[in-house]
């Protein structure tokens, strides 16, 4: 499992459940605003690493 798709169950809202983290009001918008900041920062890292793969000639 990925990060992204760690984020993104995290923020599914179920159904039945009383989520803490969906009442968080600014705190949850902050939560989200940070969790997508850690998300492109692994892919850039992953595209750095991995430059050797994916360089095309231009």
Do not use: N
Not at 45 to 51: G, I, L, N, P
């Amino acid at each position: 499992m990925s990060f992204r798709e760690h984020v993104a169950y995290r923020l599914y809202q179920k159904c039945d459940d009383q989520s803490v983290l969906h009442q968080g009001g600014r705190l949850f918008q902050q939560y989200c605003v940070d969790q997508r900041a850690k998300c492109e920062q692994e892919q850039l890292r992953w595209v750095a690493a991995h430059q050797s793969e994916i360089r095309a000639d231009l």
